[in-house]
């Protein structure tokens, strides 16, 4: 199995525009996370999905931020517009079933830097 | 939410074992309790889990204790590729995204 794949690894783009995040999480997984990491708030939450369904999205930051997974092989997380504090190492995960007894996998994660 | 605290630092010494300690005192009787590493540059990577009993595997052994507060993953043989930030969280299924997030870690550094 290839893992969670992410795409891109890395992004460097100017502040005011959007920006999307890629993640194909491993085949027949059913759960998927989008984790946000920085020196100042380590590795947070941002939302997760069962089923292709945004069980808790409480981790968002704001509204510029948005996730979607329209299929169980496929999800992206926007940021519109972006702002210099979006700036950190973005991981997508995905589980065979909610988190508890499963494990979680990550990816190689996206960097993103926005001037 | 069941909250972990876990010492910001550890060092050992090569080829030596390593216990890494995690206080989980708010934990209910429903969370996993797992363990993951982030090497430098990478993604956190799973390590061990469990719910009550101790495990083993090729990577750790996890050793929680009867009451279910705290816990320990010890690796028996440290090596350099050892060295690592690792995570406990305690896992509910259906857990909020807050009870999802991970903690600052213990950064272990293992001495040649």
């Known amino acids: 199995d290839a893992g969670v794949i992410q795409s891109p690894r890395h992004e460097v783009t100017e502040m005011g525009q959007e920006v999307t995040l890629r993640c194909k999480p491993i085949?027949?997984?059913?759960?998927l996370f989008w984790y946000r990491q920085t020196m100042m708030r380590g590795l947070e939450l941002l939302i997760y999905f069962n089923n292709n369904v945004p069980i808790d999205d409480s981790g968002m930051p704001e509204d510029r931020f948005s996730a979607k997974m329209p299929n169980a092989s496929f999800s992206t997380l926007k940021i519109q517009p972006s702002e210099p504090r979006d700036s950190a190492v973005y991981f997508c995960?995905?589980?065979?079933?909610?988190?508890?007894?499963?494990?979680?996998?990550f990816g190689a994660g996206s960097r993103l830097t926005v001037l | 939410d069941a909250k972990t605290t876990q010492p910001n630092s550890m060092e050992s010494n090569e080829e030596e074992p390593v216990h890494l300690p995690c206080n989980h005192s708010?934990?209910?009787?429903?969370?996993?309790i797992h363990w993951y590493r982030q090497l430098p540059s990478q993604g956190p990577e799973y390590v061990i889990h469990?719910?009550?009993s101790n495990v083993n595997n090729r990577m750790a052994s996890l050793a929680i204790a009867e009451d279910r507060k705290s816990s320990t993953l010890i690796l028996h043989r440290a090596t350099l590729r050892d060295a690592a930030v690792y995570y406990c969280i305690a896992f509910r299924t259906s857990g909020s995204a807050r009870q999802l997030t991970f903690g600052s870690g213990t950064q272990l550094t293992v001495l040649p």
């Open positions: 085949s027949g997984h059913n759960s």
């Open positions: 995960a995905s589980s065979p079933g909610q988190a508890g007894a499963n494990v979680l996998t």
């Open positions: 708010t934990i209910s009787g429903t969370d996993y």
């Open positions: 469990g719910l009550t």
